[in-house]
């Protein structure tokens, strides 16, 4: 389709991750949000949930003087809103709703959602019910604020990430027929279940029946949503090719357009800034890992980090350990100690005392603490699968071991209690990062990365590495800023040997050629600003208002 430069009147955008700092998608908007803020100068609202009663929210600046009177209207017709600026660069126009309220007509709610889209929610459990309900108010809020504001000579745009917004785009679509709807599938839930089942998604994609394979895995609720939402919406919309052939086979429903991730530069500082940054990581990165090991770390340490959520499989968080394993192994090919870190959130309860005694009295320590593999307590530690894994692959930090392994079970938003930094003001610290993917949409983390003149690893099932291959137009490598290791369902120890290689490969490497890696990784990171990749959204928006004029005028 010829790109269409023409942008909707007005855009509305929800998803459980505005001003609400849980995963990817939180990085999508917050990211893209002034790039729309520079198109659309307050055209464009952001809506999220509101569960921060009675406790501050740091991204959400509230305005009482906005929008009075509709929020007093709103609140008539059974709303409970806050509205105000998210706390991010641009700035965007924010409404967050109180969803409990509609827990009590939660059954009439679902019943409807059978007549008119098929919708079952017979088997929903868990966070089926509460996805759903802030949903549902997120479709009021945008039919109220659209018959305040709005009207027909308007070309408004309404998109909804994930299966988490589906009862509400579908309602509106319903309700407010004039608004154009997109629907944005950051992972199916089906394909996500398969993969974190241990079952081979990849060569047998064609086969799997969706539906089929949700009664299988208790997946039925969400995947029906999901599922019907994308037959329904004027456009559906994915991140990634990699993704679009799962939804093709899984949801039975080719995609509308690929909508890729992008990131801001404005996240990345410059210069003397970035110097100074860099330095300030590194320092208390060896500092945390010194005082927990005993061991005194050099200042040439190779810091590798992987990061994301935790999805032991789907993440190639086991793959990363085998990989340091094998680096441990190979140690005497390696010019410079490895510190790795695994920094994926857990069931954390707290930062370990004897820990943060250490951290309050700073100096040289000699001796390891117990446990010297992980920064934080966590409840059921007997059964985390990451320490289970370092305990059977034998990683134990010994003193005369030349790979560490540090975990750090914990989010990184600068009140953890042990490194007090957030995540992106640590990433700068990194000599690689590893995201050894099975699972992968897109890729936030890889891109991250490269934007902070990281090179990365990552695999050819992820969105980012199938991009950055088509970028470079072959194979990509470390001396490319990005080396993308082939992955498939059954080829894990190949990888885990293809990281090693490759640490060992930059271990040898000179300062001048880590310095022409770090550069690619920068110049790379550069193609994938949002400035070039909102024209994937222009295009959504464009086949999302034509067909929304054609289901009119049916």
Same mark, same amino acid.
């Given at each position: 389709?010829?790109?269409?430069?023409?942008?909707?009147?007005?855009?509305?955008?929800?998803?459980?991750?505005?001003?609400?700092?849980?995963?990817?998608?939180?990085?999508?908007?917050?990211?893209?949000?002034?790039?729309?803020?520079?198109?659309?100068?307050?055209?464009?609202?952001?809506?999220?949930?509101?569960?921060?009663?009675?406790?501050?929210?740091?991204?959400?600046?509230?305005?009482?003087?906005?929008?009075?009177?509709?929020?007093?209207?709103?609140?008539?017709?059974?709303?409970?809103?806050?509205?105000?600026?998210?706390?991010?660069p641009g700035e965007p126009l924010v409404v967050l709703v109180d969803f409990n309220p509609?827990?009590?007509?939660?059954?009439?709610?679902?019943?409807? #959602?059978?007549?008119?889209?098929?919708?079952?929610?017979?088997?929903?459990?868990?966070?089926?019910?509460?996805?759903?309900?802030?949903?549902?108010? @997120?479709?009021?809020?945008?039919?109220?604020?659209?018959?305040?504001?709005?009207?027909?000579?308007?070309?408004? /745009?309404?998109?909804?990430?994930?299966?988490?917004?589906?009862?509400?785009?579908?309602?509106?679509?319903?309700?407010?027929?004039?608004?154009?709807?997109?629907?944005?599938?950051?992972?199916?839930?089906?394909?996500? +279940?398969? #993969?974190?089942?241990?079952?081979?998604?990849?060569?047998?994609?064609?086969a799997y029946d969706g539906t089929q394979m949700s009664r299988e895995l208790n997946m039925?609720?969400?995947?029906?949503?999901?599922?019907?939402?994308?037959?329904?919406?004027?456009?559906?919309?994915?991140?990634?090719?990699?993704?679009?052939?799962?939804?093709?086979?899984?949801?039975?429903?080719?995609?509308?357009?690929?909508?890729?991730?992008?990131?801001?530069?404005?996240?990345?500082?410059?210069?003397?800034?970035?110097?100074?940054?860099?330095?300030? @990581?590194?320092?208390?990165?060896?500092?945390?890992?010194? =005082?927990?090991?005993?061991?005194?770390? #050099?200042?040439?340490?190779?810091?590798?980090?992987?990061?994301?959520?935790?999805?032991?499989?789907?993440?190639?968080?086991?793959?990363?350990?085998?990989?340091?394993?094998?680096?441990?192994?190979?140690?005497?090919?390696?010019?410079?100690?490895?510190?790795?870190?695994?920094?994926?959130?857990?069931?954390?309860?707290?930062?370990? =005392?004897?820990?943060?005694?250490?951290?309050?009295?700073?100096?040289?320590?000699?001796? @390891?603490?117990?446990?010297?593999?992980?920064?934080?307590?966590?409840?059921?530690?007997?059964?985390?699968?990451?320490?289970?894994?370092?305990?059977?692959?034998?990683?134990?930090?010994?003193?005369?071991?030349?790979?560490?392994?540090?975990?750090?079970?914990?989010?990184?938003?600068?009140?953890?209690?042990?490194?007090?930094?957030?995540?992106?003001?640590?990433?700068?610290?990194?000599?690689?990062?590893?995201?050894?993917?099975?699972?992968?949409?897109?890729?936030?983390?890889?891109?991250?990365?490269?934007?902070?003149?990281?090179?990365?690893?990552?695999?050819?099932?992820?969105?980012?590495?199938?991009?950055?291959?088509?970028?470079?137009?072959?194979?990509?490598?470390?001396?490319?800023?990005?080396?993308?290791?082939?992955?498939?369902?059954?080829?894990?120890?190949? /990888?885990?040997?293809?990281?090693?290689?490759?640490?060992?490969?930059?271990?040898?490497? +000179?300062?001048?050629?880590?310095?022409?890696?770090?550069?690619? #990784?920068?110049?790379?990171?550069?193609? @994938?600003?949002?400035?070039?990749?909102?024209?994937?959204?222009?295009?959504?928006?464009?086949?999302?208002?034509?067909?929304a004029k054609l289901r009119q005028s049916k």
């Amino acid at each position: 389709m010829k790109e269409n430069n023409t942008l909707p009147s007005f855009i509305f955008e929800s998803s459980w991750e505005v001003c609400n700092k849980v995963g990817g998608i939180y990085t999508v908007l917050s990211t893209r949000a002034k790039t729309m803020q520079d198109a659309l100068k307050d055209k464009v609202v952001f809506i999220g949930p509101d569960f921060w009663a009675g406790k501050e929210n740091p991204l959400f600046i509230e305005d009482k003087k906005l929008w009075t009177k509709w929020v007093s209207k709103a609140k008539e017709e059974g709303l409970s809103i806050r509205v105000g600026r998210w706390n991010i660069p641009g700035e965007p126009l924010v409404v967050l709703v109180d969803f409990n309220p509609f827990f009590a007509i939660r059954d009439e709610l679902y019943t409807q #959602a059978w007549n008119d889209y098929q919708v079952d929610s017979l088997h929903g459990y868990g966070d089926y019910d509460e996805a759903n309900m802030f949903s549902y108010a @997120a479709g009021r809020v945008v039919e109220s604020f659209y018959k305040e504001f709005l009207n027909n000579a308007d070309d408004v /745009v309404y998109q909804a990430h994930e299966w988490m917004t589906c009862l509400g785009v579908l309602y509106v679509q319903k309700s407010v027929p004039q608004i154009a709807t997109i629907f944005t599938t950051h992972a199916t839930s089906i394909g996500r +279940s398969i #993969a974190g089942n241990g079952k081979p998604l990849y060569d047998y994609l064609w086969a799997y029946d969706g539906t089929q394979m949700s009664r299988e895995l208790n997946m039925e609720a969400k995947h029906s949503i999901e599922r019907q939402t994308a037959h329904h919406v004027d456009c559906f919309t994915t991140v990634s090719d990699v993704t679009g052939r799962e939804c093709k086979e899984l949801l039975d429903k080719e995609c509308d357009a690929i909508l890729m991730n992008g990131f801001e530069a404005d996240f990345v500082p410059k210069g003397a800034k970035f110097t100074s940054k860099r330095k300030a @990581a590194r320092k208390r990165i060896l500092e945390v890992a010194n =005082a927990l090991t005993g061991h005194k770390f #050099a200042d040439d340490t190779l810091i590798v980090a992987t990061s994301g959520r935790y999805e032991f499989k789907n993440k190639g968080i086991d793959v990363f350990i085998h990989a340091m394993r094998r680096c441990l192994d190979q140690s005497a090919d390696l010019k410079n100690e490895v510190l790795a870190l695994i920094q994926v959130p857990g069931w954390v309860a707290g930062p370990r =005392a004897d820990l943060q005694a250490r951290l309050d009295f700073p100096q040289v320590y000699d001796t @390891a603490l117990d446990n010297p593999v992980i920064t934080h307590d966590l409840h059921e530690m007997q059964h985390d699968q990451v320490l289970n894994l370092l305990r059977a692959l034998n990683i134990s930090n010994s003193e005369e071991s030349k790979v560490k392994v540090i975990f750090v079970p914990c989010y990184l938003d600068g009140a953890d209690g042990i490194f007090q930094m957030p995540y992106y003001d640590l990433l700068i610290g990194n000599d690689l990062a590893v995201y050894p993917s099975y699972y992968e949409p897109w890729g936030y983390t890889p891109l991250e990365a490269v934007a902070f003149h990281v090179p990365c690893i990552t695999t050819s099932l992820s969105g980012f590495g199938i991009w950055a291959q088509t970028v470079k137009g072959d194979i990509s490598t470390l001396e490319d800023g990005v080396e993308v290791l082939a992955r498939n369902d059954y080829n894990n120890d190949e /990888v885990a040997q293809g990281i090693c290689h490759a640490l060992l490969r930059y271990s040898a490497c +000179s300062d001048q050629e880590r310095d022409a890696m770090r550069k690619k #990784a920068s110049a790379l990171s550069k193609k @994938a600003l949002w400035k070039n990749f909102f024209t994937y959204y222009k295009q959504a928006y464009a086949i999302a208002l034509e067909n929304a004029k054609l289901r009119q005028s049916k």
